[in-house]
């Protein structure tokens, strides 16, 4: 069961944490390898200041963009914790078939898992930032030992305003990110154009006043014989309007000077 799954991986856990350093820096480093994978190097930054003037630094932030194209970024802070003598203390009392040990224990990795969401807190401050932040357990089965704790999940998320997330979990979110950042860019591009063929309104031949600047920024024009859209008239359109049938003479004779001189 559970105890066995526990046990299992208490070998190589004592092993990864024997050196102080590697203890100190490997949560840090898997949260890295995870941002570098769903992340472009512009998303996200290191030791991030997240509030102007602050002197607290959170390890990662996502980027995620301001109310205002061009604007400061508001940041998503991201945290690794890892409390491995707790998580030690649980593997070991698992292994050796100590019940009253392992709850003593998980009781402890809880509180552990609480001290350093409090301590995430700190990098919350909108609107610099999300109103909630990530705490990152760089182990699947940290992770899974702390989700069985649900009532005490809920409340950390809801009173510390802080996530806990593995490192699946994380994966997860930061792809959902990376589709929102590019929905966004397309929504952007979308606008750009837009305004790009916004037509001047009074004027009864619009297209000439757009097509040359839309020719300009195309890679590419394909001209096709089909009519493939509807050209749909407003109510009030000046193009309702009854028109002489020499209204249009200057055209011609502007595209036959043109013709002329091409």
């Not at 510390?160 to 591009?189: D, K, W, Y």
């Not at 749909?232 to 043109?258: C, E, Q, W």
């Amino acid at each position: 069961g559970e105890v066995h799954s526990l046990a299992s991986g208490v070998g190589d856990l004592k092993r990864m944490l024997g050196n102080v350093k590697t203890r100190g820096v490997w949560g840090e480093i898997q949260l890295g390898a995870l941002l570098e994978e769903a992340l472009t190097d512009t998303q996200y930054q290191r030791n991030v200041a997240v509030s102007p003037g602050s002197s607290e630094r959170v390890e990662f932030a996502v980027c995620l963009p301001g109310r205002e194209e061009g604007g400061a970024p508001v940041y998503l802070p991201i945290d690794s914790k890892f409390p491995q003598e707790d998580y030690a203390r649980l593997a070991e009392a698992a292994q050796n078939g100590d019940q009253p040990a392992v709850e003593a224990a998980r009781k402890a990795l809880m509180t552990a898992v609480r001290t350093e969401a409090r301590r995430i807190g700190k990098y919350i401050a909108p609107p610099h930032t999300t109103d909630f932040a990530v705490m990152f357990l760089p182990l699947e089965g940290l992770y899974a030992e702390v989700m069985q704790h649900a009532s005490a999940v809920e409340a950390i998320q809801r009173e510390q305003r802080v996530l806990i997330a593995g490192p699946s979990t994380l994966l997860a979110l930061l792809n959902s990110l990376q589709m929102g950042f590019r929905t966004l860019a397309i929504e952007r591009r979308s606008a750009e154009v837009w305004k790009l063929l916004h037509y001047p309104e009074g004027r009864l031949h619009e297209d000439d006043f757009v097509a040359h600047r839309l020719f300009w920024r195309c890679d590419k024009v394909v001209c096709l014989p089909d009519v493939l859209y509807n050209y749909r008239l407003r109510s009030g359109s000046i193009m309702r309007t009854s028109l002489k049938p020499g209204a249009f003479d200057a055209v011609d004779g502007l595209a036959d000077r043109y013709r002329f001189y091409v």
